[in-house]
């Protein structure tokens, strides 16, 4: 029996043309290029969360629609949906592509200077690319170089179509990247400097402003932008008004992320053995809905795609089986928080795991400290999504647990922020973690927590204390151990779990599992202790009883009653 060949793993692969000749996987995705071609209005904004086949998708839009590329046609598509059911546009523009990463945000002038070298540099390879169709391509070229003009060089591109009667299609990736930095520097000066460049004669809203005179006067024949959020796009107002919103719309639900059904073709194709998947890959990675009607949830495809990588390189699990990368969204969440209000709605999300808002679609940077931009901002940035409509609005929540991880270190560092006094040593922490797993001993990870964390609160954080607000402390600091994976909230059979230590599926010798039962009480109160301890031994004793722990000799069961922030007990049942 011959063996299968399996194709390449596309993981951190974004060229299309890359992935398809040099045989790697790719999730075939072009029947939504049928649909948008379709669509009335060829100016179309789309965005998506970071790291979720954005870029990659709109490599294969250019190369579908890329005149140098005809020749390549069946060789790139023929095997995939559009190969099939070709549409009339294929291959008939000069695709322009911008890509506004990376630009200088540290000042006015920096920013001018990177944003107009940004364009230029992009026009200059667009006539360097297509130097074959305009005959004065190289005087083009020698007058940017000359003449250094900034974004003006657009209308070189202009002239050049139009006295050569080919059609544009422009791609602009990364809209709004410069804009999510300036935000996310949570200062007046950001706001300042994002205001002054999109705001009227701003040099943003010039660009954009170009843009769509190009395509009013039909020398643009399609534009595409996409970023990771809509708030410049409200911003620029009339600037740019001319293109269809698509980012919300059912049918393009699935357009970017994986269906279930793409991760098992994408297994089978690489080669990714079952054996090696002990996780619930749903539960971490999947979750996302963009529209409450769209067919399915996705699996962020960055997230999946190391996943597999890490199979695949190891043949074994990962040792990390959440991506590292995702710290980078920490530091974002950190500074839009910066306010009272938007710190206590996370605090409200995390809480509770969700909460009920409806999604704007349109919002500035001015509104972003109210909390309905706000969590739609959080949507829009993939740390909330749909879960389902509820009393005529939408009841949003915290897609997956790679992402609640997220939320659980912004807690936990919020705290050590608020609260000099407050000692985490990490180092001792998993020494007490250890002896939890392999000793079954809690006490050390308890005194641990109580006297250096919990004792030492600020009076600002004992106003939100309660038994919701000890379990976030506690996942964080059980999480960062990675002896366990922490688990709140655990749907069984008579009820939900506080916290259920599930250990990690790199280390199956640990010899005991844990639920745990958290109960806090105000110290006025502490003659209730006793009443509160029988309360947590007949919960602890349901789950004992429930289909997902009946029988198993492996899990402990242990109440923990914190008594003001000085005091706790605990108790073994």
Same mark, same amino acid.
């Given at each position: 029996?011959?063996?299968?060949?399996?194709?390449?793993?596309?993981?951190?692969?974004?060229?299309?043309?890359?992935?398809?000749?040099?045989?790697?996987?790719?999730?075939?995705?072009?029947?939504?290029?049928?649909?948008?071609?379709?669509?009335?209005?060829?100016?179309?904004?789309?965005?998506?969360?970071?790291?979720?086949?954005?870029?990659? &998708?709109?490599?294969?839009?250019?190369?579908?629609?890329?005149?140098?590329?005809?020749?390549?046609?069946?060789?790139?598509?023929?095997?995939?949906?559009?190969?099939?059911?070709?549409?009339?546009?294929?291959?008939?523009?000069?695709?322009?592509?911008?890509?506004?990463? !990376? #630009?200088?945000?540290?000042?006015?002038?920096?920013?001018?200077?990177?944003?107009?070298?940004?364009?230029?540099?992009?026009?200059?390879? &667009?006539?360097?690319?297509? !130097?074959?169709?305009?005959?004065?391509?190289?005087?083009?070229? @020698?007058?940017?170089?000359?003449?250094?003009?900034?974004?003006?060089?657009? +209308?070189?591109?202009?002239?050049?179509?139009? +006295?050569?009667?080919?059609?544009?299609?422009?791609?602009? *990736?990364?809209?709004?990247?410069?804009?999510?930095?300036?935000?996310?520097?949570?200062?007046?000066?950001?706001?300042?400097?994002?205001?002054?460049?999109?705001?009227?004669?701003?040099?943003?809203?010039?660009?954009?402003?170009?843009?769509?005179?190009?395509?009013?006067?039909?020398?643009? @024949?399609?534009?595409?932008?996409? !970023?990771?959020?809509?708030?410049?796009? *409200?911003?620029?107002?009339?600037?740019?008004?001319?293109?269809?919103?698509?980012?919300?719309?059912?049918?393009?639900?699935?357009?970017?992320? &994986?269906?279930?059904?793409?991760?098992?073709?994408?297994?089978?194709?690489?080669?990714?053995?079952? =054996?090696?998947?002990?996780?619930?890959?749903?539960?971490?990675?999947?979750?996302?809905?963009?529209?409450?009607?769209?067919?399915?949830?996705?699996?962020?495809?960055?997230?999946?795609?190391?996943?597999?990588?890490?199979?695949?390189?190891?043949?074994?699990?990962?040792?990390?089986?959440?991506?590292?990368? #995702?710290?980078?969204?920490?530091?974002?969440? +950190?500074?839009?928080?910066?306010?009272?209000?938007?710190?206590?709605?996370?605090? /409200?999300?995390?809480?509770?795991?969700?909460?009920?808002?409806?999604?704007?679609? /349109?919002?500035?940077?001015? $509104?972003?400290?109210? *909390?309905?931009? &706000?969590?739609?901002?959080?949507?829009?940035?993939?740390?909330?999504?749909?879960?389902?409509?509820?009393?005529?609005?939408?009841?949003?929540?915290?897609?997956?647990?790679?992402?609640?991880?997220?939320?659980?270190?912004?807690?936990?560092?919020?705290?050590?922020?608020?609260?000099?006094?407050?000692?985490?040593?990490?180092?001792? $922490?998993?020494?007490?973690?250890?002896?939890?797993?392999?000793?079954?001993?809690?006490?050390?990870?308890?005194?641990?927590?109580?006297?250096?964390?919990?004792?030492?609160?600020?009076?600002?954080?004992?106003? @939100?204390?309660?038994?919701?607000?000890?379990?976030?402390?506690?996942?964080?600091?059980?999480?960062?151990?990675?002896?366990?994976?922490?688990?709140?909230?655990?749907?069984?059979?008579?009820?939900?779990?506080?916290?259920?230590?599930?250990?990690?599926? #790199?280390?199956?010798?640990?010899?005991?599992?844990?639920?745990?039962?958290?109960?806090?009480? =105000?110290?006025?109160?502490?003659?209730?202790?006793?009443?509160?301890?029988?309360?947590?031994?007949?919960?602890?004793?349901?789950?004992?009883?429930?289909?997902?722990?009946?029988?198993?000799?492996?899990?402990?069961?242990?109440?923990?009653?914190?008594? !003001?922030?000085?005091?706790?007990?605990?108790?073994?049942?």
């Amino acid at each position: 029996m011959e063996t299968k060949k399996y194709k390449r793993l596309p993981y951190g692969i974004s060229d299309f043309r890359r992935i398809i000749l040099e045989n790697y996987a790719y999730v075939d995705k072009t029947m939504y290029i049928e649909m948008l071609e379709n669509e009335t209005n060829p100016n179309q904004f789309f965005i998506r969360p970071r790291k979720f086949g954005k870029s990659l &998708f709109f490599m294969t839009l250019s190369y579908y629609y890329d005149l140098n590329h005809a020749d390549e046609f069946d060789t790139l598509f023929g095997d995939l949906y559009i190969g099939k059911h070709p549409t009339p546009e294929r291959n008939m523009y000069a695709v322009l592509k911008f890509d506004f990463s !990376g #630009l200088d945000t540290s000042s006015e002038e920096g920013f001018v200077k990177s944003f107009s070298e940004k364009v230029q540099d992009t026009v200059r390879d &667009f006539f360097r690319i297509y !130097g074959h169709i305009f005959p004065e391509a190289d005087k083009y070229v @020698n007058q940017i170089d000359d003449d250094h003009p900034g974004i003006a060089a657009l +209308q070189k591109v202009f002239s050049a179509a139009s +006295q050569n009667n080919v059609k544009l299609f422009f791609i602009i *990736d990364e809209y709004d990247h410069f804009a999510n930095d300036l935000i996310a520097m949570g200062s007046q000066i950001g706001k300042n400097l994002y205001k002054a460049m999109v705001a009227a004669n701003g040099i943003v809203r010039d660009f954009y402003e170009r843009v769509k005179d190009g395509a009013k006067s039909s020398l643009v @024949n399609r534009t595409f932008i996409t !970023g990771i959020s809509p708030v410049m796009l *409200d911003d620029l107002t009339s600037g740019y008004n001319i293109a269809t919103v698509l980012t919300l719309e059912p049918q393009y639900n699935e357009m970017m992320g &994986f269906t279930h059904e793409e991760v098992e073709w994408l297994m089978r194709e690489t080669g990714v053995e079952e =054996k090696y998947i002990n996780i619930d890959i749903q539960a971490y990675y999947n979750g996302y809905l963009f529209h409450k009607d769209g067919t399915h949830r996705v699996y962020n495809p960055a997230m999946m795609l190391y996943f597999f990588e890490q199979i695949i390189r190891r043949q074994q699990p990962p040792e990390h089986i959440i991506d590292l990368n #995702l710290r980078t969204d920490y530091g974002r969440l +950190q500074k839009l928080t910066q306010n009272d209000s938007n710190r206590a709605t996370l605090l /409200k999300i995390v809480k509770e795991d969700s909460i009920i808002s409806d999604i704007l679609q /349109k919002f500035s940077i001015d $509104m972003l400290n109210d *909390d309905d931009y &706000f969590v739609s901002l959080l949507f829009y940035m993939g740390l909330l999504t749909i879960d389902k409509e509820e009393y005529g609005t939408l009841r949003l929540k915290i897609p997956n647990y790679s992402i609640k991880t997220l939320y659980w270190e912004y807690i936990a560092r919020l705290t050590k922020a608020n609260n000099e006094n407050v000692l985490i040593d990490f180092s001792t $922490m998993k020494i007490a973690v250890r002896e939890l797993a392999y000793h079954g001993n809690p006490t050390l990870f308890l005194d641990y927590m109580s006297n250096n964390i919990i004792s030492r609160l600020s009076n600002r954080d004992l106003e @939100n204390f309660d038994e919701k607000y000890l379990k976030i402390i506690l996942l964080n600091n059980l999480f960062q151990s990675l002896l366990y994976v922490p688990i709140t909230e655990m749907e069984v059979s008579t009820g939900y779990t506080d916290i259920w230590l599930k250990r990690s599926p #790199l280390l199956p010798e640990i010899p005991w599992e844990w639920v745990w039962e958290i109960k806090y009480i =105000k110290k006025s109160n502490a003659k209730s202790v006793k009443e509160t301890r029988k309360e947590a031994s007949a919960q602890l004793e349901k789950y004992r009883q429930s289909h997902l722990f009946a029988g198993r000799t492996d899990v402990r069961y242990l109440s923990v009653i914190f008594i !003001g922030k000085d005091k706790y007990e605990m108790s073994e049942f």
